[in-house]
């Protein structure tokens, strides 16, 4: 389907090169927003244990939201994810 040419040398190493200096950027940003966040005591005391051994922050809104509000809901919505897919897959066509 189409015409299927590789890319140029210098455009594929000019994306790797900008892939590359995008991830330092990024670990830059993460590094330094942990280490400056490194010794706080309020952090530690919203701490408490979770599942399996890990530990949950009670004032994170992402851990509270999965584990209070949508507890009830997981299994109804992987499951719905799961009966959809096998649906579409059965109606969209196959390749021969």
Partial sequence: M??????PKYEIYSYYVMLCLAMF???????EVSNSNINRKAFKASVKPS????????SDFEWMMWFSTFRAHIL????????????CSMLAPQPL
């Fill in 51 to 58: 599942y399996f051994g890990r530990k949950m922050d009670t």
């Fill in 25 to 31: 950027w990024a670990t830059s940003w993460i590094f």
């Fill in 2 to 7: 189409g015409i299927k040419a590789a890319l």
């Fill in 76 to 87: 109804f919505a992987l499951s719905g994810h799961v009966l959809f897919a096998k649906i």
